[in-house]
């Protein structure tokens, strides 16, 4: 098909991501990725300010994944993991629990970060019943919070969010207050006393709290104080309730720490990751439990964990995230991410006074505006082809959450780029 008849397919065929078949938005024909850039058909680069939605942390097609991707597809694609085992799961595994807090060692692969929600939720459900609490059915999450897009994820997420439409068909969650002390402000120990009233009200029913870390992202694109977390993992602890920290957009030195939970020194009961998991080449995520949770679940009956994925630490995915790991430890990303937050607050600050702009919000590789309109599609999509950055605003927000190795200039290309968008 030519460039015409591949459009023409598309348009009337693929449904995209939050988009309607009606009135498709527009699209770009991508031919090829390298580095920071995303080439188009008719041969225009694309600086990618959102890191393709925010998993492309080392830049796309990078050598060394890519070499790893070819070398295990010349190998096997795929075998059943019930029953086999194989290096690159092992060696993935092994190499995350280097990172996670201690304790936090039992490593469940799953196919993507809202799968691995469902592993946790199911993970702390199957705990309590272990613990004889089977009354302890139901889940807690914070308002303002997004898990995902799966049932059970949607589940989690803030009920009037982007999946209030769902709200009859959705299992029905204790929803905590949103915190509201930003990352940056003094911490006020009244801040938490409506959410350890709820958790203490609610304490016979719950089996666990699913939080995002620090940066609350798909409902609300913002950044709360450590100490919300800090405080929930002392009252978990204290009423025997499971912790789950949903590092799926935060892991991997989004937000300027390996883990988010580092900003508040604390340990997850179990953890979900995915996105920079494979420098964002291959669809991978992991639930990873605590020594705790997995000998509770695995010492009753029925003595396993009940979720079993099919294509689960599927061998191509596990080489590319063994090779993705490795690559966070052969340069500083920590500088670079560091370098990325001081340029976005400089050259997002005078953002502040503009009209339309309620909010400028910046942490670790993450730059925000909270917009009082956000531009049509129509606008984007221009702006996209004039400036060649690519943005993709939802909601009020224009955000940028570029790869790690982008280079100061082009971070300013992508700020530009988006003060054009207001």
Same mark, same amino acid.
């Given at each position: ?116 929600? %469902?592993? +946790? ?9 272990? !613990? &004889?609490? @089977?009354?302890? =059915? ?123 939970? %580092?900003? +508040? ?9 995915? !996105? &920079?998991? @494979?420098?964002? =080449? ?136 988006? !003060?054009?968008?207001?």
């Amino acid at each position: 098909m030519n460039r015409h008849e591949l459009l023409e397919f598309d348009r009337k065929h693929l449904w995209h991501p939050y988009a309607s078949m009606s009135a498709p938005p527009p699209v770009n024909l991508a031919i090829a990725a390298k580095g920071t850039r995303i080439r188009l058909d008719d041969r225009q680069e694309l600086i990618d300010g959102v890191s393709s939605w925010w998993c492309t942390a080392h830049g796309h097609n990078h050598p060394e994944i890519v070499a790893a991707i070819r070398e295990q597809a010349e190998k096997f694609a795929q075998v059943m993991f019930a029953g086999f085992t194989h290096q690159p799961a092992i060696e993935l595994a092994a190499a995350l629990i280097k990172r996670t807090p201690a304790g936090v060692n039992k490593v469940f692969f799953a196919d993507s970060g809202s799968v691995a929600v %469902e592993c +946790a939720a199911k993970m702390a459900i199957q705990y309590q019943y272990a !613990k &004889g609490k @089977t009354q302890r =059915s139901r889940l807690a999450a914070l308002r303002g919070g997004y898990h995902g897009d799966t049932a059970g994820a949607m589940a989690l997420c803030d009920p009037e969010g982007m999946h209030h439409v769902f709200g009859a068909y959705l299992q029905k969650n204790l929803f905590l207050p949103q915190p509201h002390l930003r990352f940056e402000e003094e911490w006020s120990e009244s801040e938490f006393t409506q959410i350890e009233e709820l958790l203490e009200r609610h304490k016979k029913e719950i089996a666990g709290v699913f939080i995002e870390p620090v940066f609350q992202g798909g409902n609300a694109m913002r950044f709360y104080h450590p100490m919300y977390m800090k405080h929930l993992r002392e009252i978990c602890d204290r009423l025997e309730i499971l912790l789950i920290i949903d590092e799926i957009a935060t892991g991997f030195g989004r937000i300027g720490r390996y883990f988010g939970c %580092e900003y +508040a020194g604390i340990a997850p009961d179990i953890m979900c990751v995915g !996105k &920079g998991l @494979t420098g964002g =080449s291959v669809t991978l995520s992991a639930a990873i439990a605590s020594e705790e949770v997995a000998e509770v679940i695995s010492g009753t009956m029925p003595g396993k964990f009940m979720h079993g994925p099919t294509f689960m630490a599927n061998p191509i995915a596990c080489a590319a995230g063994v090779a993705s790991l490795r690559l966070f430890d052969s340069y500083d990303w920590k500088a670079k991410v560091d370098a990325i937050e001081i340029q976005l607050k400089r050259e997002l600050e005078t953002c502040k006074n503009h009209p339309n702009v309620a909010d400028v919000r910046v942490l670790g590789a993450i730059g925000v505006l909270e917009l009082r309109t956000p531009p049509t599609p129509e606008r984007v999509q221009k702006l996209i082809r004039e400036t060649g950055v690519w943005l993709r605003p939802f909601g009020n927000w224009l955000y940028t959450m570029p790869p790690f190795i982008t280079p100061s200039n082009e971070i300013s290309t992508i700020t530009q780029a988006m !003060k054009q968008m207001l």
